[in-house]
């Protein structure tokens, strides 16, 4: 089957790290654009931080910007993301998302909760 499953998710305190990893099978990890996203109750899903298939370039959130850091890991069929500096905003359940471009086809993942909370 086709599956993305996120872990690492927990409670930290206001300034605290974390990292998240995302663990794929059943397709082709190294072609798919692999990416982040989160959601708080309340408020639209919005993404956080991606990757590419092709080189690994990235891109972030402005607001998550030299805080976190989105990792691939090919031979592992792993997307990380290490995430420091953490503030009470950034609590939302994380999704990991892929996608393969060419035949417009996304996996989702069932997502883990980070809570940033004193």
């Known amino acids: 089957q086709v599956q993305l499953v996120e872990s690492g998710g927990g409670l930290v305190q206001p300034g605290g790290s974390l990292r998240l990893s995302c663990a794929a099978s059943g397709f082709t990890f190294n072609m798919y654009d692999m990416s982040w996203y989160r959601q708080a109750p309340g408020k639209e899903r919005e993404l956080v931080a991606a990757?590419?298939?092709?080189?690994?370039?990235?891109n972030y959130a402005d607001s998550v910007k030299g805080r976190f850091t989105i990792s691939r890991d090919n031979a592992k069929n792993l997307v990380g993301l290490q995430m420091n500096s953490l503030k009470p905003e950034d609590t939302a359940v994380y999704y990991c998302?892929?996608?393969?471009?060419?035949?417009?086809?996304?996996?989702w993942g069932q997502g883990t909760l980070v809570t940033v909370s004193s």
């Open positions: 990757i590419t298939s092709a080189d690994s370039s990235t």
């Open positions: 998302k892929g996608l393969r471009r060419f035949y417009k086809r996304e996996v």
